[in-house]
């Protein structure tokens, strides 16, 4: 076939054109986002118990739902919050899911939990299992008043649906939804003291507002004929009927209507669980997020089409306003990346031009644009999106596809320059060549083979670079040898200059090759000196997981104490902004209160569902230098000026979601034992260096009203306890027990008693009670008293949990800060009673657990290794010496990152995996001329000089690529791509100039007699010849005299 091939130029041709333009179609298709999207592997169960404090929901409803969703075996993890009147379960399923795995699973907890209703207490509403918080939004916009006058919140809800509903519509939607949007309800506030003078409570009149509510079928007509169906009017259709409906018939024969002992009026709710806050003033927020398997450009652009649309159809006080465009981000990082390829190819062509000559450098030029367009196609097969890490693939493999090509083209040249036809020359370097580059290829695929194979978001978040790569260098073998090697034999003159010469470099290069074989073992275990100095040197480097986004935008909390109403959190947000407004780089200023916002960023959690003591911003500035540098002034500014909030400032970090930078957790029984050992370990960790603030899940209780009922009062008053609750209940919380229908819109009814809520604690005691025996006050039959009840009960995995959260400074590195807390916790000689345990969580679990994933598959790569290489040696020995320079080449990228003072991170270790690859590679390359020359094995120390010298043109063109190509990673700034890049490069070129002397030194050891007096000799390392013995002598005088 590779005959055939080489005489028919048209096959080579067709081949170049059929790569060329399956990369092209696949440009045009692949899907764009700025980062990779990763399984949702998290839900929330959320069930709410209106009235039951923390305790209650602990017992009746998060126990029984964990108990049930743990029985499923592809869950891990199982975490529960219960707070007085909702329960949150989180549910983890396991790293090995993938893709629409989940979406089964999601449907099997469904079922599960449906069929464990009767399990949970009369009152509590359905469980909703919420899982679509796992991905952040694509656009997000909202509606604003622009009006005079006071904001219509209703208006805004209503133009708000609309807009969601036409984005439901749009091609590509996964999902629209709302925030800060207000809660419409027909407000039914009964007087309850007029209300108890007739003998009726407000679950009465909520019974009988149901039973005037006559919107259901009275049942159908059928005769021979046709058939009718029948129903009765009189629903709820309008205000005004609901303010006519009658409730009892007087005693003069009229009749008593709602309007009568009731104030009737639509609008939000007494206490809303949330607010948007836009630029301001209030607003509703419109999330929508786009498939994965769409261009973001293009649904960007069809969407912000559609609002356009929508906001002909607005009045001019509605307007609508962009907070978040993923779009704008994702063109600015691809461009720059693909900035970055353009700037690589022309460094290499550079490069190429000067070391190989013009036509050389032509032909090895081409295959750069070829195996691109083979690795698209490769990524539009696999169903790999264009992003920032497949597109850093692409850059990452720039300078090493070219390594196959440059030895393919100096081989041919060698051809031709011997005598061969152009055709030979390319069959002859085909036949010598394709094993041991196939050999190459595949060492170099296998040492990122664990990227490919590690479990989780932190695999399927750098795994497609590991892909990019792997197609790059698949496809550089099959161009190299199928395109390239004809395309170089039949345009490579006999006559053609290899680059530039420099006969100078070249014999100082021979004569210290040649001082080194004089002394080989000293050499080797001198060259082994700096791998062990990076070994050593790494432990002084502080960890860092994933380092923080370059991103022009600013993750802001805000916390008060437990207990706080929604309002006066509101308030808080207003007088925080003031300060946060006054400084210049701020471009907008949008707040959340009583749950998260909309996540604009991957990893961001959104968890705090009916918290109104919790408000979160999300702030845009003008670049990324102005966030990091913010952050850390607002952090000091805003603690200073309001010690009462707990205030957290933060940069948007790479990597796995996490509540806190540093995270300890506690396990055991007894709340207060929990709650003692958490304040213990936040005053440790408070007074720890860089430690800005500290959270404490157990920390926090509030006021709880109880009332001490005597029964025996009750009785007479021919009333229970369950009735009393109910009834005060529905007086202060309100009951829906009907609706109305406003055209399309069904708005629910919610009676419940004037004034009740706002009431104080005495004044709750005249509360007027429409008993059997007549109205009697509150006190009559109760006592109240004010006592503290638990705010929060956290459990993981059937244990209940303090989860101790630490907040750190700006630019602080977790694992630092963590080394500190847990030599402070050692010199307090704190300690976990028996049947409790402390674990750490946050960045360094996660970071263990994915160094973990990642090093699980290493056992098996290694093995694949070893038979790679001793397939393509045939020989223990060499393929024992490759793996020793793979070793040695770690230390060296480890003794880069420690010159460039990086923090050793996830990025960093990737960077070692492609590194060692990459030094096997020269490895392999020398060690295959040197076993191609029979005078080098023997020991000819002149033909291993010379050997080693005719490798170190291509070894030194692939690593002066190689590094180019990493160039623009290095050189783009920021935490996330240096490190990584700086391993490979500066690792690259102190490991092949190691390779250089090491491997030619080694090499010779294990060919020499004197290292191998132990084994028995061949014979034909006895029975050399004359002549060979001769020509040792006299190369031996020559490099001595070299050196």
């Not at 118990?49 to 891990?76: K, M, N, Q, Y």
């Not at 060492?443 to 795994?463: H, N, R």
């Not at 003692?676 to 009203?705: C, F, N, W, Y």
Request: net charge negative.
């Amino acid at each position: 076939m590779s005959q055939n091939l080489l005489n028919n130029p048209r096959m080579v041709a067709l081949a170049f054109a059929l790569i060329l333009v399956a990369g092209l179609a696949a440009i045009g298709s692949l899907p764009r986002m700025e980062d990779p999207q990763m399984t949702n592997r998290h839900a929330l169960v959320i069930t709410a118990f209106p009235g039951a404090s923390a305790e209650r929901i602990e017992t009746l409803v998060s126990e029984p739902l964990e108990d049930v969703i743990r029985r499923i075996p592809e869950v891990i993890h199982v975490t529960s919050h219960s707070s007085s009147g909702v329960s949150i379960v989180v549910v983890q399923l396991k790293d090995e899911i993938y893709g629409d795995e989940n979406v089964v699973l999601w449907a099997e907890i469904r079922d599960k939990i449906e069929q464990s209703r009767h399990l949970l207490p009369a009152g509590a509403s359905a469980p909703v299992v919420d899982t679509e918080r796992g991905h952040a939004f694509t656009w997000i916009g909202a509606l604003v008043w622009q009006g005079e006058g006071e904001v219509d919140e209703l208006r805004l809800g209503r133009y708000a649906e609309e807009l969601a509903s036409r984005l439901r519509g749009l091609s590509g939607t996964d999902l629209v939804k709302l925030y800060g949007a207000p809660a419409e309800e027909v407000q039914v506030k009964v007087d309850v003291v007029k209300a108890a003078a007739v003998g009726l409570d407000v679950p009465q009149i909520a019974a009988l507002l149901s039973n005037s509510d006559a919107k259901t079928a009275a049942g159908e007509l059928s005769n021979a004929t046709q058939r009718l169906s029948l129903e009765l009017e009189g629903g709820f259709d309008e205000l005004e009927r609901v303010r006519r409906t009658p409730l009892l018939t007087l005693a003069n024969g009229g009749s008593l209507q709602l309007q009568d002992i009731a104030e009737i009026y639509r609008g939000e709710p007494d206490s809303p669980s949330e607010f948007a806050i836009i630029g301001g003033q209030r607003g509703v927020a419109v999330g929508s997020r786009m498939l994965s398997d769409r261009r973001g450009d293009h649904w960007t652009e069809r969407l912000q089409q559609e609002v356009a649309e929508f906001k002909k159809t607005l009045p001019e006080e509605v307007g609508v306003q962009e907070l978040f465009v993923q779009e704008r981000y994702n063109d600015v990082r691809l461009s720059e990346l693909v900035s970055n390829i353009l700037l690589g190819f022309i460094f290499i062509f550079i490069i190429l031009l000067y070391t190989l000559g013009l036509r050389s450098a032509v032909i090895v030029a081409v295959s750069l644009p070829l195996t691109m367009m083979f690795s698209l196609a490769c990524m539009r097969f696999f169903d790999l999106p264009i992003h920032q890490m497949s597109v850093t693939g692409l850059i990452v493999a720039l300078g090493i596809m070219v390594d196959n090509a440059i030895v393919v083209v100096d081989t041919v040249m060698r051809n031709r320059r011997n005598g061969y036809s152009p055709v030979a020359a390319s069959a002859k370097a085909l036949r010598h060549l394709w094993i041991p580059l196939l050999g190459s290829t595949l060492t170099t695929i296998l040492t990122f083979m664990p990227i490919v194979l590690m479990a989780g978001p932190a695999g399927e978040f750098i795994g497609p670079l590991a892909y990019a790569v792997i197609f790059s260098l698949a496809g550089s073998w099959l161009i190299s040898l199928l395109i390239i090697a004809p395309i170089a034999g039949r345009w490579l003159d006999k006559k053609q200059r290899s680059g530039t010469s420099h006969p100078k470099l070249d014999n100082y290069f021979r004569s210290i090759l040649g001082w080194v074989l004089l002394r080989p073992r000293r050499v080797m275990l001198l060259a082994s000196i700096l791998p062990l100095c990076g070994f050593f040197l790494i432990s002084t480097l502080p960890e860092q997981f994933f380092p923080p986004s370059d991103r022009d935008m600013i993750n802001f909390e805000l916390f008060l104490p437990a207990g706080t109403s929604i309002h006066r959190t509101l308030e808080a947000t207003e007088e925080v902004s003031t300060l946060i407004n006054a400084h210049p780089e701020v471009r907008a200023l949008n707040w959340f209160v009583g749950q998260n916002g909309p996540s604009f960023y991957y990893n961001l959690k959104d968890s705090r569902d009916g918290s109104s003591n919790y408000a979160q911003a999300m702030i845009t500035v003008v670049d990324f230098k102005a966030a990091n540098r913010l952050v850390g002034e607002l952090q000091s500014e805003l603690d200073a000026a309001f010690p009462d909030y707990q205030i957290v400032v933060q940069r948007l970090a790479q990597g796995p979601p996490s509540n806190a930078p540093v995270e300890l957790r506690l396990y055991g029984n007894d709340i207060a034992q929990l709650k003692r050992l958490g304040d213990q370990l936040r005053r440790i960790a408070l007074e720890t260096e860089d430690v800005i603030h500290t959270r404490d899940s157990l920390a926090e209780v509030v006021p709880k009203v109880w009332l001490d009922i005597d029964e025996s009062e009750a009785q007479r008053s021919k009333v229970g306890l369950k009735d009393l609750s109910r009834l005060l209940a529905a007086s202060v919380d309100g009951v829906v027990s009907s609706s109305l229908l406003d055209r399309t819109e069904q708005i629910p009814i919610r009676v419940s008693g004037a004034q009740v809520k706002q009431l104080s604690v005495d004044m709750l005691m005249s509360f007027p009670l429409a008993l059997p025996t007549g109205p009697r006050p509150l006190s009559a039959l109760a006592d109240v008293s004010l006592r503290p009840a638990q705010a929060k009960i956290s459990r993981r995995d059937g244990m209940r949990m303090n989860t101790v959260e630490v907040y750190i400074g700006n630019g602080v590195l977790p694992a630092v800060v963590l080394n500190r807390i847990k030599a402070n916790i050692e010199n307090e000689g704190f300690v976990v009673p028996d049947g409790y345990k402390l674990e750490v969580g946050g960045e360094a679990e996660e970071r263990n657990n994915t160094v973990g994933k990642l090093l699980g598959s290493v056992g098996i790569i290694l093995v694949l290794l070893v038979v790679t290489v001793v397939m393509a040696f045939d020989s223990f020995r060499l393929s024992a010496l490759v793996f020793i320079v793979a070793i040695q080449s770690a230390g060296m990228g480890m003794l880069s990152l420690w010159l460039a003072q990086f923090p050793f991170g996830f990025t960093a270790i990737i960077g070692l995996m492609g590194l060692m690859g990459l030094a096997v590679n020269a490895a392999i390359v020398i060690l295959t001329e040197l076993k191609a020359s029979p005078l080098a094995m023997s020991g000819n120390r002149v033909e291993i000089v010379e050997t080693v010298a005719i490798c170190t043109k291509h070894i030194s063109s692939t690593t002066i690529t190689t590094v180019v190509g990493l160039l623009p990673l290095i050189l783009s700034g920021g935490g996330f791509w240096p490190p990584f890049a700086i391993v490979l490069a500066g690792g690259t070129v102190l490991t092949t100039i190691l390779s250089l002397f090491f491997v030619p030194a080694a090499f010779l050891v294990l060919r020499r007699p004197y290292f191998l007096k132990y084994f028995p000799k061949s014979k034909s390392d006895n029975e050399q010849s004359d002549d060979l013995l001769a020509a040792q002598t006299t190369v031996s005088k020559q490099v001595s005299d070299l050196a």
